[in-house]
């Protein structure tokens, strides 16, 4: 294909794209998608789960703790973006997500307990759930009925109580003792949890139950039972549609749940029962599949060493006792109805129990895995595997409370965050057409172009997008400009050495290429590893970078290139002047001796460092409630109803500027009655402030509170994750630029991180200033430009080293960032430009938030020409071939020789091929490119010498 065609091919690509675009993103078109956005954006629902630990079991806060880590991951695997956890009192944790489709199974997911346990089913079912003599399972259909028979075996150490209605259906239970059945009966109807005249006598009558109990009566309402279960046993359920349950010749009926009595021991016991449970399995190896036998879904269970060893010795007991059976049998009677079962059950529900058969294994199973079957649908068999990968919940949690919270970021805010987006896009694009006018205005284009294919692409794989998934986008777009400016002053280089507009535009692409593709590989090392190990509003940043590096590279060396191919082709084009590449090439006032003067960086740095560590040291950093916990106030019943924005105008008038508000319950044009405001933790006083200023201005008496003590939502698993993430990107970075460059090259780019995080961070120590998760993203995002910024120079100075063959290091050094400060200061300006623009009209959160950034990237511009580069001079200049050169050349210090040597080092570096490897999709190829190489050549002198 010619590369006309391909230019038109690519273009007309393009705009096939762009309207794909516009359909996904117009509402009333067949495929429109809304973007997905997170609880700080869009609101989500609150679930609060509440611990019930077992009789006998004290409640610990390392029960909690490990609920908390089992809950996040099944939400991560769960595929619900950001969510936050977050531990209230002593017993609760709250889960908040965001862009759920399915409420009710999200819910039944993160709350399920996930005990698993496996049975020998005929030996474990006990009377009245099992024949004595034949030992065929017996469902019952009423809990009722399987109790009544066995009640008084139970006497006063019974496993648990239940409580009964005339009507013989459960009302409340199970609990330890009688009293605690009572008095959880009594408190529930009293809050009104559940209705009718029974609850009025049973209020009535409680504090005469209570005494009673303790006296062996029961003392209750006429009709009303307490049953007990005997001890070391468990009511085993089965319910589930499409599945047939023990006892049973054919399917469940809808909606009737059985019931089982199954001996239950202590795991301590010398035979404990269950016989096996999830301890037994490799948790990670649990996944759902279609059986290759039957096409049925299946969830595959892999057991460890131990477990695999049980499994085998239970499975030939069971297969032994069939035979015994069998032989039992009358003559004539199917083998089948004496094979032994194994029942697995998850969370006191049966959900599979398969027969053992002991003619083909009369050995039982042996090998390490097994599976369940019979269950009724593929995404079924996906969440049970789901709670088995993550494990058990130490204790069982119900839900005490299920609502919707509006967006952490209140709608000022947001509206706030958009418009300041869109002024300082603007600003950008008007920079980029006043600096590179024709040049400018394809970038403009390029950058729209990856702007919409940004967008669709986070509408397609329903991305989250949240403040740290917005701090990705900052960092993106900078990254994509910065593509196009790379190029576009290869491009003017090239002019500047006499080369034809077309001749100019190929060798700055394919020059400009491997300079693109190192410094979007790192870039893309980071945020490949945070999003595989971090989890929370990190993952969200990585996700977005990741994205938007790789469409900038498409957008880059693809689109703009194609456009500027056609362009090439107008006789109007071919102008140095019209792309700007006339006139003086670089500012003389730049041009100073920057290795020469690296003590003065370094003592200035120094300085700033130490004050930094200084203060980090002394007074800490302002940690806010992601990171410390803190209080949760509840408002309900407030009169007008409020915007969230209002309620952040009254916590911060007692001194609490950065709270977390968000309303809760239905609203009303963005207003709410109730409120949840979250803060660091308030004194005495202030909380009394706070109740006065609310009660005065909405209602008075009618108001309820409520307060609580909350956890951090960014707790020590995901900082550690975070931690880990940064620390195998820095290896993996190391790797790859020990291998496109030398070791040497790595050591400064590490240093330049570390000067630059320290700054920002210190910074904030100096300045007080609330860090919260926002102010992580933002750190992050300086990571990435730092690094970023750092390889664009050093690609420079490596491509300098062998066309300057004759020149001490330091003048190498000086040479490269004399051809690429322009770009530098470029870049920064244009990825300062919107943080600077959400500085000015952003919120109180997005002011915070635009202040790490700005600190960041300045620091990162800085590190890279004033730390970085001078650290890989002192490194090369160790090694023997740089310490002669040094030794024997003088130092260019400014001045008509500093003009003099860029100005060769330019033209050698024109007059250089273009890299093999890049791509040529556009003219300046094959014999043309050749004659243009040597015309080059001929024109160029040795380096080092005037011209």
């Known amino acids: 294909m010619s590369d006309r065609r391909t230019q038109l091919f690519l273009v007309f690509a393009t705009l096939v794209a762009l309207v794909g675009v516009a359909l996904l993103a117009i509402p009333g078109s067949p495929v429109h998608k809304s973007p997905t956005l997170g609880l700080d954006l869009q609101g989500g629902i609150e679930v609060v789960l509440q611990a019930q630990p077992p009789p006998g079991h004290k409640l610990t806060s390392a029960d909690v703790d490990r609920s908390e880590t089992i809950i996040r991951n099944r939400i991560d695997k769960l595929g619900v973006s950001e969510p936050e956890v977050r531990k209230q009192g002593d017993n609760q944790i709250a889960v908040q997500l965001a862009g759920v489709f399915d409420q009710n199974r999200a819910v039944g ?8 346990e496996l049975y020998k089913l005929e030996d474990d ?15 019952h259909t009423s809990l009722y009925d399987l109790l009544a028979p066995v009640t008084s075996q139970a006497g006063s150490n019974g496993s648990a109580y239940y409580l009964f209605g005339p009507n013989k259906k459960l009302a409340a239970g199970p609990a330890t003792t009688k009293k605690a059945l009572l008095s959880t009966r009594a408190a529930r109807c009293a809050t009104g949890a559940r209705a009718g005249a029974g609850c009025k006598k049973l209020i009535a009558a409680a504090g005469k139950a209570k005494k009673n109990a303790k006296a062996g009566t029961d003392g209750l309402p006429k009709g009303w039972t307490v049953f007990g279960r005997p001890a070391n046993t468990a009511v085993i359920t089965c319910d589930v549609s499409g599945r047939v349950c023990p006892g049973l010749q054919t399917n469940p009926l809808p909606g009737v749940t059985y019931y089982y009595l199954f001996k239950h021991t202590s795991p301590d016991a010398k035979n404990p029962v269950p016989e096996m449970g999830g301890g037994d399995l490799k948790l990670d190896c649990t996944q759902a599949d279609l059986a290759s036998d039957t096409g049925e879904p299946e969830v595959l269970m892999a057991f460890n060493g131990k477990g695999g060893g049980k ?31 194994f029942a697995i059950v998850l969370d006191n529900q049966i959900k599979s ?31 049970l595997a789901l709670v088995l990968q993550t494990g058990a919940l130490p204790v069982k949690f119900h839900v005490v409370d299920q609502t919707t919270v509006s967006a952490t970021l209140g709608k ?11 002024v300082g896009l603007l600003v950008v694009a008007l920079f980029l057409i006043l600096v590179y006018r024709i040049l400018g205005v394809v970038a403009v284009l390029g950058l729209g172009i990856y702007a919409a294919l940004l967008y669709a692409v ?16 900052i960092l993106t777009i900078g990254v994509a400009a910065d593509a196009n400016i790379v190029i576009f002053e290869r491009i003017k280089e090239e002019s500047r050495a006499g080369k034809s507009v077309r001749a100019a535009i190929a060798a700055g692409y394919q020059k400009g290429f491997s300079t693109i593709v190192d410094a979007n590989v790192v870039t893309a090392i980071t945020a490949l590893v945070l999003f595989a190990v971090a989890t929370a509003g ?10 938007g590096t790789a469409i900038s590279m498409l957008t880059a060396v693809a689109v703009t290139r194609a456009f500027l191919g056609l362009l090439a082709g107008f006789r109007w084009f071919d102008s140095p002047k019209f792309m700007g590449a006339s006139g003086q090439a670089h500012a003389k006032w730049l041009q100073i001796d920057y290795m020469g003067k690296r003590r003065l960086w370094f003592a200035i740095s120094g300085t700033v460092v130490a004050i930094c560590i200084l203060s980090l040291s002394i007074k800490g950093l302002n940690l806010g409630i992601d990171f410390e916990g803190g209080s949760q106030v509840t408002v309900a019943k407030i009169t007008p109803a409020a915007t969230t924005d209002d ?33 660091k933790s308030l004194s005495t006083d202030q909380l009394a402030k706070l109740r006065t200023e609310i009660t005065d201005k909405y209602g008075g008496d009618q108001i309820s509170y409520g307060q609580k003590n909350v956890s951090a939502s960014f707790g020590s698993q995901i900082a550690r994750s975070a931690i880990l993430a940064i620390f195998v990107s820095f290896l993996l970075i190391v790797l790859y630029i020990t291998l496109r460059f030398q070791w040497t090259f790595a050591v400064p780019v590490l240093a330049g991180i570390a000067h630059d995080v320290l700054i920002c961070v210190g910074i904030y120590s100096l300045t007080g200033r609330e860090v919260s998760t926002s102010t992580v993203a933002a750190v992050l995002t300086v990571l990435g430009y730092s690094m970023y910024d750092t390889i664009i120079v050093f690609d420079r100075i490596r491509e300098n080293i062998p066309l300057m063959k004759r020149a001490p290091f330091a003048q190498i050094a000086d040479v490269s960032i004399w051809e690429t400060i322009r770009r530098s200061l470029a870049t920064t300006l244009i990825t300062v430009l919107p943080i600077i623009s959400l500085l000015l009209f952003g919120g109180a959160t997005l002011k915070d938030f635009a202040f790490a950034l700005l600190v960041g990237v300045i620091s990162g511009a800085y590190s890279t020409i004033f730390i970085c580069t001078p650290i890989l001079t002192i490194l090369k200049e160790r090694e023997p071939e740089y310490a002669r050169r040094k030794q024997s050349a003088p130092a260019v210090v400014s001045g008509v020789e500093a003009a003099e040597v860029l100005a060769a080092a330019e033209e050698a570096a024109a007059a250089a091929p273009a890299p093999e490897f890049a791509p040529t999709i556009m003219g300046g190829g094959g014999d043309n490119a050749r004659r243009e190489r040597r015309r080059q050549r001929r024109r160029t002198r040795p380096h080092g010498r005037a011209r």
Do not use: W
């Not at 015994?324 to 094979?339: E, K, N, V, Y």
């Not at 000022?412 to 869109?422: E, G, T, W």
């Not at 990190?538 to 994205?547: E, R």
């Open 538 to 547: 990190v993952k969200g940043f990585a996700l977005v970078l990741l994205i």
């Open 311 to 341: 499994f085998h010795q239970i499975t030939r007991e069971i297969a032994r006792e069939g035979r015994i059976r069998a032989a039992q049998l009358p003559a004539g009677t199917d083998q089948s109805a004496a094979f032994g079962h």
């Open 412 to 422: 000022d805010s947001l509206h706030q965050a958009v418009r300041a987006a869109i």
């Open 109 to 116: 997911i993160i709350g399920s307990t996930a005990a698993l």
């Open 458 to 473: 986070l509408l397609l794989f329903n991305v989250t997008l949240t403040l740290p998934g917005f701090a990705g986008l």
């Open 125 to 139: 079912l006990v009377n009245p759930s099992v024949n004595p003599l034949s030992k065929q399972p017996i469902a």
């Open 353 to 383: 129990f398969p027969y053992i058969d002991f003619n083909s294994t009369p050995d039982g199973i042996s090998g390490d895995s097994a599976r369940i079957t019979g269950i009724g649908t593929i995404g079924e068999a996906k969440d």
């Open 647 to 679: 309620f952040q105008k009254i916590t911060a008038s007692v001194g609490q500027p950065a709270a977390v508000i968000q309303g809760r319950g239905p609203s009303t044009n963005g207003e709410y009655r109730s409120f949840q405001l979250q803060m």
